[in-house]
C-alpha cells in the first residue's frame, strides 16, 4: 500500500494524559499537513511541513500541539495534557508541491 | 470567519438521479477547488478538481461546474447510485502560494436512496 497511513488509528485516553500520533506520507511526497475534523464538520487546518521544516502554524495550534517531521519523512503530532475538547479525528495529507493533497484513514482520539 | 460556505446540509436523492451540491467563497485569491468525497471512519478521498481558467469539468458521472465572477462553484453527480452515498466536502485554496492548504465547507451528506 502506497498512500498515506496514520497510526494509531484510535486512542483513548484520559483528560491530561499526554498522546502522539504518527503520519508516514506518500514517499517522495515534500509537503506533509496536519488537519483535524471534529463531528459534522470539514477538516481544519492545524500545521505544514515543507519537508522536515514546519512553515506554517494554525492559530488552532494551541501550545500544548507539537509537531516534527525529523528528515522530512514521517511526522509525529503531540498533545500534551489533553483536553476534552482535543476529542475530534487527526488527519494528515501528503502532497507532490501544491498537487493534490493524499489523505490518510485519521486517528480518532477520544478524551475521557 | 467561514471562507467557503457549502450548501445544502444533507440530501436525499433516488437512485439514477441528479445530486447537486454548491459551495461558494470569498477569498479571490483561491485557484484551486477540490472536492473531496468522505465514507464513515475513512479519511477524505479526491474526487474531482478544477482551477479557475475552466468554468466546467467532468469526470465521469462527477461534474465541477464553476462560476468565477459569482465565486461559485458546484459538484454535479449524475446518475447517483447508492454507493455514492458519504459526505462531500468542498474545498479552496491558493495551490500556487507558499502554504498550499485546504479550506473545506462543512460537508454535505448524501443519501441516495435505491
Known amino acids: 500500500d502506497t498512500g498515506v497511513s496514520q497510526n494509531p488509528r484510535h486512542k483513548i485516553t484520559k483528560r491530561g494524559q499526554n498522546v502522539t500520533f504518527r503520519c508516514d506520507p506518500i514517499?517522495?511526497?515534500?509537503?506533509l499537513y496536519w488537519y483535524r475534523q471534529t463531528l459534522g464538520q470539514g477538516p481544519e487546518f492545524l500545521t505544514y511541513?515543507?519537508?522536515?521544516?514546519?512553515?506554517?502554524k494554525s492559530r488552532l495550534l494551541s501550545d500544548r500541539f507539537s509537531a516534527e517531521r525529523p528528515k522530512g519523512s514521517f511526522s509525529t503530532l503531540e498533545i500534551q495534557r489533553t483536553e476534552q475538547g482535543d476529542s475530534a479525528m487527526y488527519l494528515c495529507?501528503?502532497?507532490?508541491?501544491?498537487?493534490?493533497?493524499?489523505f490518510g484513514p485519521g486517528t480518532r482520539l477520544t478524551v475521557l | 470567519q467561514q471562507q467557503v460556505k457549502q450548501s445544502p446540509q444533507s440530501l436525499i436523492v433516488q437512485k439514477g438521479g441528479i445530486s447537486i451540491i454548491n459551495c461558494a467563497y470569498e477569498n479571490t485569491a483561491f485557484d484551486y477547488f477540490p472536492w473531496y468525497q468522505q465514507f464513515p471512519g475513512k479519511g477524505p478521498a479526491l474526487l474531482i478538481a478544477?482551477?479557475?481558467?475552466?468554468s466546467e469539468k467532468k469526470e465521469g458521472r462527477f461534474t465541477i461546474s464553476f462560476n468565477k465572477s459569482a465565486k461559485q462553484f458546484s459538484l454535479h453527480i449524475m446518475d447517483s447510485q447508492p454507493g455514492d452515498s458519504a459526505t462531500y466536502f468542498c474545498a479552496a485554496s491558493v495551490a500556487g502560494g507558499s502554504q498550499g492548504n485546504l479550506i473545506f465547507g462543512k460537508g454535505t451528506k448524501l443519501s441516495v436512496k435505491p
Open positions: 514517499s517522495e511526497h515534500n509537503r
Open positions: 511541513f515543507q519537508n522536515e521544516a514546519q512553515l506554517e
Open positions: 495529507a501528503s502532497s507532490l508541491g501544491s498537487d493534490t493533497q493524499y
Open positions: 478544477i482551477r479557475p481558467d475552466v
